[in-house]
């Protein structure tokens, strides 16, 4: 009977000095420390171990290995800008606004049949014209446009200029002031697309400047064939086209639906329904605008 009980006490001390905390000269020890400290993967890490018995390194290192998303899918909190009702956080009772992004899919291919078909539905800029919005695209112009299309948007960037007499160009870039590009004033699309995958000898953007700065170069070419026309195309006003909106109007238009919301909300019936005319006739006149170009 002594030595069971001598021989318990010695398993006990064993046991529990198997379970020592740790301190500052000892690390400690744990009994099986897999129900506590779960072996991890990590995204692009190879840390494979001797510890992850139950995995190969060669599978450890498949599934560390980044992996592309589901097709479809978006990412919470990016959606495609085209969609008011995501962006305004309208879609659903419990739906939240998002802003628009530079983390959306582009639904063109790179076909010319898939260029006139952006030039056909991307319409207007999603953007207000804002001075930093513009000074922005003008920054952005200059340095990734303007050595070919010319800093005034003329097509005699640097590259082929009169004064750089070394240049051997196989293509003339494109004169943003030529009615061609300015018959574009009704349509957006054929510049973002262009953006995106490129035209002929010039190469795609789409790498280089984002969703948001891409919108930005496109309101600076827009600035650009305002000034040789003698126009105006700013935050204050736009006398180029009726597509894209000054940030003062967008905030004038904010304005009025606000006043209109409260009228609906405190008229009689008859008012009420008069209001509703006036909203559903503003919203007419937008989408025939867009319909027409």
């Not at 990016?78 to 582009?106: L, R």
């Not at 340095?143 to 160009?169: M, Q, S």
Request: glycine share 8%; proline share 4%.
């Amino acid at each position: 009977m002594k030595n069971f009980i001598l021989a318990l006490c010695i398993c006990s001390i064993l046991i529990l000095s198997s379970c020592s905390s740790a301190d500052r000269n000892d690390t400690g020890t744990e009994y099986m420390p897999d129900m506590f400290h779960s072996i991890a993967y990590e995204a692009n890490l190879n840390d494979y171990y001797y510890y992850n018995t139950w995995d190969t390194e060669a599978e450890y290192t498949k599934l560390a290995q980044p992996r592309e998303p589901v097709a479809g899918t978006i990412a919470r909190g990016y959606a495609a800008p085209t969609d008011k009702k995501y962006i305004d956080g309208s879609a659903t009772t419990n739906a939240i606004a998002i802003p628009v992004n530079g983390s959306v899919p582009y639904y063109y291919e790179d076909t010319e049949e898939e260029r006139t078909r952006a030039m056909k539905e991307i319409i207007s800029n999603p953007y207000p014209i804002t001075a930093a919005g513009l000074k922005t695209g003008e920054e952005l112009y200059n340095t990734f446009c303007a050595i070919c299309h010319g800093k005034k948007g003329d097509g005699n960037g640097w590259l082929v200029d009169e004064a750089n007499l070394g240049a051997a160009y196989p293509a003339q870039p494109a004169n943003f002031l030529d009615a061609t590009f300015k018959a574009a004033g009704d349509s957006n699309g054929r510049y973002y697309h262009s953006i995106m995958y490129g035209k002929n000898v010039m190469g795609g953007y789409s790498d280089k400047i984002s969703y948001e700065e891409r919108w930005h170069v496109i309101h600076w070419i827009r600035a650009l064939q305002a000034k040789a026309d003698g126009k105006e195309y700013n935050e204050k006003i736009n006398t180029l086209n009726n597509i894209d909106t000054p940030m003062a109007s967008k905030k004038a238009m904010a304005k009025v639906e606000g006043t209109m919301s409260h009228d609906n909300g405190s008229h009689d019936g008859e008012g009420h329904g008069e209001m509703h005319h006036k909203a559903d006739h503003h919203d007419g006149d937008s989408h025939d605008h867009g319909d027409e170009h």
